[in-house]
């Protein structure tokens, strides 16, 4: 008896492999993540070139004659010219003319040593420095000094302030904003507007002339001349002479090493801060919001094939890690429901079919069972342990055996 080997399996009749499915982001995906944004930023540069094409203004810097905006100077210069007063602006404060005139430095520390020692020298009539620090105060204020005093401080915020001084520009004008930097007197000046240990003006004679030293030159600005006597201070202290220089300084000059150097707090104004603090407390709030919710739905392609048997079991083992019994008797009595019906040919009405009718009709077909003990396998209370939950899967396939069997 001669007994046949079954031929090897050749490559033709190994099972097919499915090709694998790539998880790189195609074009048209990453096209559609970033079209927004791309959106979003082509709309930023349009609006961007826009104000820098439209926006032709020229900005100054604050006090500033030439300026119109809020922390220019521009409507005190205009006054003064319109009382008969001649206003120049100059670049070199050595350079400018001597004698009956009056000359104003808005950034003195800006000036070096050769500057400072020639704006002495000139000996002007009325010398106005702004915000001074104490290189030169040394040279063109002698015996005044930087407020350093227990318990002061050396800046105050700029506020409405009594003369309280015999100065008479400052006695006509009353009160004023003042504030800024605070200085001493010494024992030749006269200090006024008071606040704490220091003045934020302060008036001293120096050789043939005087020197005014102010904290700040915040009266001097065009949004501030209408506020208390701040026009007629400036107007008196700024149209005692018949001449008057303004100096532009030099921002782009190195501060002296002595200079105290203002840190980022001083540029900010003091309502400014507790908005930042509101600011701070509302990011918090909106990341304590948004980490408590999803993220949206993400699609992936799943990077192998699972069978259902395994999908299947590994859905109940969840459900009974969660003891939620009654989430899956809900699915087992459903898929039953769904495949008794086309076998009873009651149609499904939203995806499910009427219960009244798919009971009365498997009752029908069994006749030995009644509808109401139908309806509470399929639509039963849930079982209250792991054993009904058994006998009812047990029930259910014996239904539909003899639902199709009868």
């Not at 008896?1 to 079954?6: A, G, I, K, R």
């Not at 970033?34 to 930023?44: D, E």
């Not at 040593?113 to 063109?140: C, D, E, F, K, S």
């Not at 606040?195 to 934020?200: A, E, K």
Request: aromatic share 6%; charged share 20%; with cysteine.
């Amino acid at each position: 008896m001669t007994s046949t080997v079954p031929a090897p399996p050749t490559a033709a009749d190994a099972p097919p492999v499915a090709a694998p499915t790539s998880l790189a982001p195609t074009a048209r995906r990453l096209w559609r993540r970033a079209r927004w944004y791309l959106a979003f930023l082509a709309a930023l540069l349009i609006g961007a070139t826009a104000v820098a094409g439209l926006g032709q203004d020229r900005r100054y810097p604050p006090l500033d004659p030439r300026s119109y905006d809020s922390d220019g100077t521009h409507a005190v210069v205009a006054l003064l010219e319109q009382q008969g007063l001649k206003t120049e602006a100059t670049t070199d404060p050595a350079a400018g003319p001597s004698g009956p005139d009056t000359l104003v430095l808005p950034e003195p520390d800006l000036l070096d040593p050769a500057q400072l020692r020639a704006v002495a020298a000139a000996r002007h009539r009325r010398l106005i420095l702004i915000a001074p620090g104490p290189t030169a105060l040394t040279a063109l204020a002698p015996g005044i000094r930087m407020s350093e005093g227990e318990g002061s401080l050396p800046y105050a915020a700029v506020r409405s302030t009594d003369a309280d001084c015999s100065l008479a520009e400052a006695t006509r004008a009353g009160s004023a904003h003042l504030g800024g930097m605070l200085y001493t007197s010494g024992s030749r000046g006269e200090g006024c507007y008071p606040r704490g240990h220091g003045y934020p003006l302060v008036s001293t004679r120096v050789g043939g002339g005087d020197v005014i030293v102010l904290g700040s030159g915040a009266f001097l600005q065009n949004d501030q001349l209408a506020k208390d006597g701040d026009a007629a201070l400036a107007l008196g202290l700024l149209g005692s002479q018949p001449r008057l220089t303004w100096h532009l300084p030099d921002y782009a000059a190195p501060l002296a090493e002595d200079t105290p150097r203002k840190t980022f707090d001083d540029y900010i104004p003091n309502g400014w801060h507790w908005a930042y603090y509101q600011l701070v407390v509302a990011a918090v709030l909106a990341a304590l919001w948004r980490g408590r919710r999803l993220g949206p739905v993400v699609s992936e392609d799943l990077p192998v094939v699972v069978r259902a048997s395994e999908t299947t079991e590994g859905r109940a083992r969840l459900y009974r890690r969660a003891k939620a019994r009654g989430r899956a008797a809900e699915a087992l009595r459903r898929a039953a429901a769904h495949r008794l019906a086309p076998a009873l040919g009651v149609p499904l009405h939203a995806g499910a079919p009427d219960p009244d009718a798919l009971c009365t009709a498997a009752a029908g077909r069994l006749r030995e069972q009644p509808a109401g003990g139908v309806r509470a396998l399929l639509y039963g209370p849930p079982p209250t342990d792991d054993t009904a939950l058994l006998r009812l899967a047990d029930d259910l396939d014996a239904l539909e055996r003899q639902v199709r069997n009868p």
